[in-house]
């Protein structure tokens, strides 16, 4: 290893304006220089949505909230983020998301070293690295490698730094967490395993077939002698009902009952976790749940979740990966990438693991 440049003292900020699942992976970017020199002061920058991920978080010193709805971006509240960045008095900023709101607020805070890869979420050049002074390299490989080394690239690439790595770090339950999740998980039998699902991607070519849903909740049931249980934001509920509601074992609808950190609970007390595409697969992946991820339209190659005991099911589809509306999918409607995925292939993937 050799790094050229020191962090010993330094105040570092990182913006990660970013989906829920890339905050996550972005974790392991503060992870890295925290490694890489433990009194690092490291601020991390992201959404309303994502605080609780940052909070509490052993990595992370600081936390700061930018609401990035449209009704927040007034120059009023812009000056006062400027104001609140030359307090922070930073050394430097790291964007993991090349946004130009990010970029304009850390160059008229004046942080003296500003820095930004070339290209993180695709492969188009930006002209907001205009307002960075230090633009990082990305390899060419990068669209095919997890998104969390693409983060860590840019920390390596700007300390001059080989051969060190780190893996996301989520935040610290708090005791409430744990007592919500008693609360909830007492509604299972504990004589038998907990089976964590969760059915519904933010996307639709993302999400797996409910008749599959079924069949695989049955073939575990048989295994396993497992108690199931659906979690998932509170506007997946209805779509858990109908899953739910074509199921032949017990099942509970958990969507909407549970915060961010009381997932991680969550995941620390179940068996096996079978999901589609979707953040809370990076939640999970922080802790040692087994994990089984069907991908369909997404790349698993990029996205992946970064836990040794994970297996992700896909069949790669030469049109895969893409972001059109199901209407317009050549197979609709039984997209070939969801429904060439079977409850065989994603129960061999169970088994495997458990």
Same mark, same amino acid.
């Given at each position: 290893?050799?790094?050229?440049?020191?962090?010993?003292?330094?105040?570092?900020?990182?913006?990660?304006l970013?989906?829920?699942?890339?905050?996550?992976?972005?974790?392991?970017?503060?992870?890295?220089?925290?490694?890489?020199?433990?009194?690092?002061?490291?601020?991390?920058?992201?959404?309303?949505?994502?605080?609780?991920?940052?909070?509490?978080?052993?990595?992370?010193?600081?936390?700061?909230? !930018?609401?990035?709805?449209?009704?927040? $971006?007034? &120059?009023? @509240?812009?000056?006062?983020?400027?104001? %609140?960045? #030359?307090?922070?008095?930073?050394?430097?900023c790291?964007?993991?998301?090349?946004?130009?709101?990010?970029?304009?607020?850390?160059?008229?805070?004046?942080?003296?070293?500003?820095?930004?890869?070339?290209?993180?979420?695709?492969?188009?050049?930006?002209?907001?690295?205009?307002?960075?002074?230090?633009?990082?390299?990305?390899?060419?490989?990068?669209?095919?490698?997890?998104?969390?080394?693409?983060f860590?690239?840019?920390?390596?690439?700007?300390?001059?730094?080989?051969?060190?790595?780190?893996?996301?770090?989520?935040?610290?339950?708090?005791?409430?967490?744990?007592?919500?999740?008693?609360?909830?998980?007492?509604?299972l039998?504990?004589e038998?395993?907990?089976?964590a699902?969760?059915?519904?991607?933010? !996307?639709?070519?993302?999400?797996?077939? $409910?008749? &599959?849903? @079924?069949?695989?909740?049955?073939?575990? %049931?048989? #295994?396993?002698?497992?108690?199931?249980?659906?979690?998932?934001?509170?506007?997946?509920?209805?779509?858990?009902?109908?899953?739910?509601?074509?199921a032949?074992?017990?099942?509970?609808?958990?969507?909407?009952?549970?915060?961010?950190?009381?997932?991680?609970?969550?995941?620390?007390?179940?068996?096996?976790?079978?999901?589609?595409?979707?953040?809370?697969?990076?939640i999970a992946?922080?802790?040692?749940?087994?994990?089984?991820?069907?991908?369909?339209?997404?790349?698993?190659?990029?996205?992946?979740?970064?836990?040794?005991?994970?297996?992700?099911?896909?069949?790669?589809?030469?049109?895969s990966?893409?972001?059109?509306?199901?209407?317009?999918?050549?197979?609709?409607?039984?997209?070939?990438?969801q429904?060439?995925?079977?409850?065989d292939?994603?129960?061999?993937?169970?088994?495997?693991?458990?």
């Amino acid at each position: 290893m050799r790094n050229n440049v020191s962090l010993s003292g330094k105040r570092i900020l990182i913006n990660a304006l970013v989906n829920l699942g890339d905050v996550v992976l972005a974790t392991s970017a503060a992870a890295l220089l925290k490694k890489i020199c433990p009194s690092v002061h490291v601020t991390m920058m992201v959404r309303p949505f994502a605080k609780e991920i940052v909070v509490n978080n052993p990595v992370i010193d600081d936390v700061i909230i !930018f609401d990035y709805r449209a009704k927040q $971006k007034s &120059y009023h @509240v812009m000056w006062q983020m400027i104001r %609140q960045l #030359r307090h922070g008095k930073y050394d430097a900023c790291i964007s993991l998301d090349r946004k130009l709101r990010p970029a304009l607020l850390t160059f008229f805070a004046g942080i003296p070293e500003r820095v930004v890869p070339e290209r993180i979420f695709d492969d188009k050049p930006s002209r907001i690295v205009w307002l960075y002074n230090r633009v990082i390299p990305m390899p060419h490989i990068f669209l095919h490698r997890p998104q969390a080394e693409n983060f860590q690239t840019v920390i390596r690439g700007w300390l001059n730094t080989d051969d060190i790595h780190a893996k996301p770090v989520i935040g610290v339950p708090t005791k409430q967490n744990r007592l919500n999740v008693e609360t909830l998980m007492a509604k299972l039998d504990p004589e038998k395993k907990h089976i964590a699902l969760c059915v519904k991607g933010s !996307f639709p070519l993302k999400t797996w077939p $409910k008749e &599959y849903f @079924v069949i695989l909740m049955k073939k575990l %049931q048989q #295994r396993y002698d497992a108690d199931f249980f659906i979690i998932g934001a509170s506007g997946d509920r209805e779509y858990a009902d109908e899953v739910i509601s074509e199921a032949t074992v017990p099942v509970y609808n958990f969507c909407g009952d549970t915060s961010l950190m009381d997932l991680v609970e969550v995941f620390k007390q179940s068996f096996l976790f079978v999901s589609v595409d979707t953040g809370s697969l990076h939640i999970a992946a922080t802790t040692n749940v087994p994990i089984v991820a069907m991908y369909g339209c997404g790349p698993a190659t990029r996205w992946p979740p970064m836990s040794d005991k994970s297996r992700v099911v896909t069949t790669n589809e030469s049109c895969s990966p893409c972001h059109i509306h199901p209407d317009e999918c050549p197979t609709n409607p039984r997209p070939k990438c969801q429904w060439n995925i079977t409850p065989d292939m994603v129960m061999k993937a169970c088994e495997e693991l458990v």
